[in-house]
């Protein structure tokens, strides 16, 4: 980890570089493959599976003895885990649900705004060696509450055509209709063209390594919304001398362990803080199973001396990171000072991963600097708002001249004539 | 015009197929040109300026007395109608914001979701012939209604170095912070990057021709937020013979003087409101002084007898169209049916040119079938949702278990040791 004393703040823009993947630089590499799928659909699925996978069946699709057995299989103190996790995401979620608005913008010109589900919608859930099934909580909840009628689900199979029972556990208790087994650039391909057996859908949500997000990015392109831009998991600690060096080491650890090209960051007031904290990660990362990729990702890392609190949050704004945890006193104060960050963690005992897991927040969220403009997922990500007008007779005799200069200066003159026709009938 | 008189449902897909165009053909064209304004910055704008635009100058921004010179000269009748329709759009815009939602999803586990505006957006108004001041109050308003402090605008200048005095006076009226004489790729290059002139944003909204959509997809990939993908403009309008087909046919040119590639639909259950609007639109075409454009446009246009309402509600449905005019009886009772559209217009007195002006809706809205998963712009386009939240010592006793369980499955043990240092302190 680089220690970083008191920086002038010329220098920040340049410590807070992130390790850049170039997504595009994969698109020669993606493009192929989704065409042939959308072309020779099944057929081409089968092949790719098979050589990126290593598994060969006629059978894409997951059925339900599959899904019972699962049920069956799956330690019950996990599933317990599972529900709960569910119930708290279930809840939050819940609460983000949208009313009609409606006005009358002048008499009789009424205007709605209304929220719809997106109808058909994709998840992507990767594999490897750890089943995420927490992933699935996080995107299939949400657009179960949001009302899509269509929430198909793609993840890789084990070489012998098995999908881990958490996965399935997960996917029946929250909903999803349908599960294929599909990893990588097929999966995103079958979702965004359709095959005989995969439908196509209208948004993708989900991580993944490069290629899927390459894939995406590629899919978004052409016909399909994606839920964001993805880059490698990041967190910001603020540690103030009331922070807990052992609980901000593992915090810090617990994001370094998702990847090589993770990069976690501690600000801190504290010049003791910042020495105990070194220690800790020191100590705590050679216990880690992954250790070997928790040690590359600190590489990227920072613990930095900052002057103040506000020095601190103007630090951490102009970063954007996708977890912002406040190991401060009077944390609560600070709240108003934030302008990005995707998901924030208050004082000490709340870890980042009560927010990967179970508190009721999502943890999908935008990376990368993406929190300048991006929300993390949420209900609203798997909905859409339309508007409605309706106009009465009268309020266009009132409305219809101001529509009509306008189109004229804009010199649209058929869209002057809509109105022009109208008010010469009303006449 | 094509007539299609009762086509039989395989056949729909074929019959809703859209020109589209290649945007990604144009990467190749578009990647240096933004390559080399990211290196170069103001002097490669000024020469792009110069070689696209035509316009040499060092200055780039538009100055107070330039603004001051257009409120002066503006037509008072045009400012009076640029004021009444931001009033509408305010209206209604202003209704589309969000209270923070907070609860309590365990006793002691606090999540927040809070909306926070996009700091820093940049609109891109199209020059060329007409001056299209109508998308600057679409754009400007809902961003100041949000918050947004930086709100950057480029649009390209006449030869003279002039913009049209009429997006000036509704730029200053709207609350636009800085505007830039600046066109195509060279602004959308700008806004993304920053040069020493123009202020790198974080979000790019705007309509513009195909190398200004391939430069903000292309700017998409590498680090800001669009506000959609773009295509041609497009209405479907619903008829029965409650119609008057006087008004279905200018409401299907004002979308045919769009552009070339536009495309209308007209859905009806009724053979002869078909034959008179073919009728009225023959007629009114030849009077457009876009007349040439509205007839090619006309040619990927057609008009559809279908057997009844629900047929016409799923056509319209799978298509998703950008704009929908249900001039049909009992209009009301189809709001509930539909499952995606951009915008609608109720009955035989709300005219399209309405919304695309001055009723408060948006006029950008999703094309090419994106109305199935993006919303048009609102105010929450120029906003992001974080969340935040907070678990006391005693909630975490009860969740900590929950979360350990749930990473020990994923095998992700620093994301459970976040939580067991913090437990052993509790114990």
């Given at each position: 980890?680089?220690?970083?004393?008191?920086?002038?703040?010329?220098?920040?823009?340049?410590?807070?570089?992130?390790?850049?993947?170039?997504?595009?630089?994969?698109?020669?590499?993606?493009?192929?493959?989704?065409?042939?799928?959308?072309?020779?659909?099944?057929?081409?699925?089968?092949?790719?599976?098979?050589?990126?996978?290593?598994?060969?069946?006629?059978?894409?699709?997951?059925?339900?003895?599959?899904?019972?057995?699962?049920?069956?299989?799956?330690?019950?103190?996990?599933?317990?885990?599972?529900?709960?996790?569910?119930?708290?995401?279930?809840?939050?979620?819940?609460?983000?649900?949208?009313?009609?608005?409606?006005?009358?913008?002048?008499?009789?010109?009424?205007?709605?705004?209304?929220?719809?589900?997106?109808?058909?919608?994709?998840?992507?859930?990767?594999?490897?060696?750890?089943?995420?099934?927490?992933?699935?909580?996080?995107?299939?909840?949400?657009?179960?509450?949001?009302?899509?009628?269509?929430?198909?689900?793609?993840?890789?199979?084990?070489?012998?055509?098995?999908?881990?029972?958490?996965?399935?556990?997960?996917?029946?208790?929250?909903?999803?209709?349908?599960?294929?087994?599909?990893?990588?650039?097929?999966?995103?391909?079958?979702?965004?063209?359709?095959?005989?057996?995969?439908?196509?859908?209208?948004?993708?949500?989900?991580?993944?390594?490069?290629?899927?997000?390459?894939?995406?990015?590629?899919?978004?392109?052409?016909?399909?919304?994606?839920?964001?831009?993805?880059?490698?998991?990041?967190?910001?600690?603020?540690?103030?001398?009331?922070?807990?060096p052992?609980?901000v080491a593992?915090?810090?650890?617990?994001?370094?362990?998702?990847?090589?090209?993770?990069?976690?960051?501690m600000?801190?007031?504290?010049?003791?803080m910042l020495?105990k904290v070194a220690?800790e990660?020191?100590?705590?990362?050679?216990?880690?199973?992954?250790?070997?990729?928790?040690?590359?990702?600190?590489?990227?890392?920072?613990?930095?001396?900052?002057?103040?609190?506000?020095?601190?949050?103007?630090?951490?704004?102009?970063?954007?990171?996708?977890?912002?945890?406040?190991?401060?006193?009077?944390?609560?104060?600070?709240?108003?000072?934030?302008?990005?960050?995707?998901?924030?963690?208050?004082?000490?005992?709340?870890?980042?991963?009560?927010?990967?897991?179970?508190?009721?927040?999502?943890?999908?969220?935008?990376?990368?600097?993406?929190?300048?403009?991006?929300?993390?997922?949420?209900?609203?990500?798997?909905?859409?708002?339309?508007?409605?007008?309706?106009?009465?007779?009268?309020?266009?005799?009132?409305?219809?001249?101001?529509?009509?200069?306008?189109?004229?200066?804009?010199?649209?003159?058929?869209?002057?004539?809509?109105?022009?026709?109208?008010?010469?009938?009303?006449?």
């Open positions: 980890m680089q220690i970083v004393k008191n920086p002038p703040s010329e220098s920040w823009q340049q410590l807070m570089q992130r390790p850049t993947a170039n997504i595009t630089a994969l698109f020669d590499y993606v493009k192929p493959v989704m065409d042939d799928i959308s072309s020779r659909g099944d057929a081409a699925l089968r092949e790719y599976t098979m050589r990126f996978d290593g598994y060969s069946s006629e059978e894409i699709e997951v059925n339900i003895w599959e899904i019972e057995s699962a049920v069956a299989k799956l330690n019950p103190g996990l599933k317990q885990a599972i529900n709960v996790a569910a119930r708290n995401i279930e809840k939050f979620h819940s609460l983000q649900q949208q009313s009609d608005r409606e006005t009358e913008t002048m008499p009789g010109v009424r205007c709605v705004q209304k929220y719809l589900p997106i109808e058909k919608v994709g998840l992507y859930i990767p594999g490897g060696s750890a089943p995420l099934f927490s992933t699935v909580l996080m995107l299939g909840i949400p657009a179960r509450l949001a009302g899509c009628s269509d929430i198909v689900m793609c993840t890789p199979p084990a070489k012998d055509g098995t999908i881990d029972p958490a996965i399935l556990y997960t996917a029946q208790l929250v909903g999803i209709t349908r599960i294929f087994k599909l990893g990588g650039i097929q999966a995103i391909a079958a979702m965004t063209y359709g095959t005989e057996t995969v439908p196509a859908v209208y948004k993708i949500f989900g991580p993944g390594n490069s290629y899927v997000m390459a894939a995406k990015q590629w899919a978004a392109l052409a016909k399909v919304a994606i839920d964001m831009p993805a880059g490698p998991s990041e967190v910001l600690v603020m540690a103030d001398d009331s922070a807990n052992e609980f593992a915090d810090l650890l617990s994001q370094a362990e998702h990847g090589a090209d993770s990069q976690v960051i600000l801190t007031t504290s010049a003791q020495d220690k990660v020191e100590k705590q990362v050679q216990q880690l199973p992954r250790e070997y990729i928790a040690v590359k990702a600190l590489d990227n890392s920072k613990l930095i001396l900052l002057q103040s609190i506000d020095e601190m949050m103007e630090f951490s704004n102009m970063y954007a990171p996708e977890h912002l945890i406040l190991s401060v006193k009077n944390y609560r104060n600070l709240i108003k000072q934030i302008k990005s960050a995707g998901s924030v963690f208050l004082g000490n005992y709340t870890p980042e991963s009560a927010g990967d897991y179970a508190s009721g927040t999502n943890h999908t969220l935008p990376t990368n600097g993406f929190a300048n403009s991006y929300s993390g997922v949420n209900l609203l990500s798997f909905m859409k708002s339309i508007t409605i007008q309706e106009i009465m007779p009268e309020a266009l005799e009132i409305l219809g001249p101001v529509i009509e200069t306008m189109a004229e200066a804009e010199q649209l003159q058929a869209h002057k004539n809509a109105v022009t026709v109208r008010l010469k009938a009303l006449s």
